[in-house]
Structure formats: structure tokens, C-alpha cells
Nanobody, 114 residues
Framework: QVQLVESGGGLVQAGGSLRLSCAAS????????MAWYRQAPGKQRDLVAH???????NYADSVKGRFTISRDNAKSTMYLQMNSLQPEDTAVYYC????????WGQGTQVTVSS
């Protein structure tokens, strides 16, 4: 059974940091380009960053220089280090493949207060 479990969210003040984790099961994790997405209230789900099987990364302009995506294939886990958080980063964060083909997890809430 394929499952994605996001964790690590929370409430932080502007300028703070959080590290999100995405634990995958039921797939050969190393075979996929993985991605982080986020969805703010009343808005569509947007791509934040992705990481290829080889470890190449790409970021949305809004998070470039502040967020770092990484993966540990041995643990079937992906991470998102988020620094210099701003209120506009407030959203539910999800992980999935780059094309979103796996069942979505419950996400993890990130709230940044000003």
C-alpha cells in the first residue's frame, strides 16, 4: 500500500525555521523525482520544490534561497529545510512525485506569524 506521511510542521514566528519530513512507503522511493507542494487557504496547490533521482533540485522563485530540499533514499524520506520563513509561507505542505501520481497524504500545517 502506497503511503506518504508528512510531518514537522508547526507555528513559528517570521524569520524562523522548520524542517519538514516526508516518509514514503509502498514504493521504490529512489526511482521517483519527488516534490514538495503547498496549499494556502482558498488557493490552489502549488509546487514548491522538487528533487530528481540523482539529487538535482529546483525551487519556486518564492522560496529560492530560503528552502532546501533533500532526500535520503535509504530511508525513503524526503526533507524540506525552511529558513527565513514569512507569513506568506503559511500553508499545508504536501509531498508527492513531481506529477502528483501517488495518493496524497494528510499534509503538515505550517503557520508563520508576523
Amino acid at each position: 500500500q502506497v503511503q506518504l506521511v508528512e510531518s514537522g510542521g508547526g507555528l513559528v514566528q517570521a524569520g524562523g525555521s522548520l524542517r519538514l519530513s516526508c516518509a514514503a512507503s509502498g514504493i521504490i522511493f529512489s526511482m521517483y523525482t519527488m516534490a514538495w507542494y503547498r496549499q494556502a487557504p482558498g488557493k490552489q496547490r502549488d509546487l514548491v520544490a522538487h528533487i530528481t533521482r540523482a539529487g538535482s533540485t529546483n525551487y519556486a522563485d518564492s522560496v529560492k534561497g530560503r528552502f532546501t530540499i533533500s532526500r535520503d533514499n535509504a530511508k525513503s524520506t524526503m526533507y524540506l529545510q525552511m529558513n527565513s520563513l514569512q507569513p506568506e509561507d503559511t500553508a499545508v505542505y504536501y509531498c508527492n512525485t513531481l506529477v502528483g501520481r501517488l495518493p496524497w497524504g494528510q499534509g503538515t500545517q505550517v503557520t508563520v506569524s508576523s
